[in-house]
């Protein structure tokens, strides 16, 4: 059997009778601004407003950098302007032209920045080849605790995000959060929720299913979530979830990285050298990812774009896409 080094989980898993395929994304995050109106206690991540915020000088330099590194996907990962802010403006022009320079130096864009309107949300498609917004949890119930400080983070909203970025066909990523308070059946509704969306639109391409892990940045005092919990939740996952949609694992959050995959997690994200939104814990390195799994998993290296979703890119995302889906 010929398989393509670019492939979905699902088209890569009958690739070896005898390992099972698990796909990842070669993948370098550029952060517009930490700045975030958000103040969820987990966070490890946002800064208070005022601090300055990625130059498009400065992008570049990190971009020119890693052209020769094997980077494919560049995540434009950003903190939160208040829609409402009068930078707001200033922060959707920025990670535009950001991920316009990432096109121009042939990598494939992913943008998550929060909550965006309708035409942010259009005019970022035509420079990104997939973008991402994590749902967290659906429960309201969460507004009184860990998102008491968090007004982007009310559940319909989130998922209201989902069901336009299926109405804009964006290829999207998004995913919840294990371990910030909510019970096993809210973790159940909360996939149902996500699942019941991409049965309207076939536009997700993978559901994160992240463990909460305590960090130096955050105000929490909560303990990290067990590894039984993440397992129990991945098996859940691929129970509710269609076999088109990836179930994805950060290596850097777990010890129980082949329990998951034996309970039906296939990919593990973008890997590179700093997860920034958990920098305590940085990502392992491929080798060492290969060394960990042998001999029951192979790693295989995927685009940020799965192949079932390659007629939705942008005119100007697709000659990009092509270099890399026939290089």
């Known amino acids: 059997m010929t398989v393509s080094p670019y492939c979905s989980p699902q088209e890569t898993a009958a690739s070896d009778r005898f390992s099972r395929t698990i796909t990842f994304s070669a993948a370098y995050t550029l952060v517009p601004t930490y700045e975030c109106f958000n103040r969820c206690t987990y966070c490890n991540f946002r800064v208070e407003p005022g601090a300055e915020w990625l130059s498009l000088a400065a992008a570049r330099q990190e971009l020119e950098a890693i052209r020769d590194r094997g980077v494919c996907e560049i995540l434009v990962l950003s903190g939160e302007v208040h829609p409402r802010s009068s930078r707001r403006a200033q922060l959707i022009e920025r990670i535009y032209n950001i991920c316009e320079l990432a ?172 997860d920034v939104v958990n920098p305590d814990y940085p990502h392992p390195t491929v080798r060492a990812l290969t060394a960990r799994l042998a001999p029951n998993y192979i790693l295989r290296r995927r685009l940020p774009l799965y192949p079932h979703h390659f007629d939705w890119v942008s005119a100007r995302v697709r000659p990009v896409l092509e270099r890399w889906r026939d290089g």
């Open 103 to 274: 096109l121009e130096l042939g990598f494939l864009p992913h943008t998550n920045a929060g909550p965006l309107s309708e035409a942010e949300m259009q005019r970022l498609k035509s420079v990104n080849a997939s973008m991402g917004l994590m749902v967290e949890q659906v429960s309201d119930r969460l507004l009184d605790t860990v998102h008491r400080r968090a007004p982007s983070k009310v559940p319909a909203l989130r998922l209201a995000q989902l069901e336009q970025a299926g109405r804009l066909q964006i290829p999207f990523t998004t995913g919840i959060l294990v371990g910030i308070g909510e019970t096993i059946v809210e973790r159940q509704e909360s996939l149902q929720a996500i699942a019941a969306v991409h049965a309207r639109y076939g536009h997700i391409q993978e559901i994160i299913v992240q463990p909460y892990r305590q960090g130096s940045g955050q105000v929490s005092n909560r303990t990290d979530a067990r590894g039984d919990e993440l397992v129990e939740t991945v098996r859940l996952a691929r129970q509710i979830l269609p076999e088109d949609v990836a179930i994805q694992i950060p290596p850097n959050l777990t010890d129980e990285l082949k329990p998951c995959l034996q309970a039906g997690a296939t990919d593990l994200g973008g890997i590179s050298p700093v």
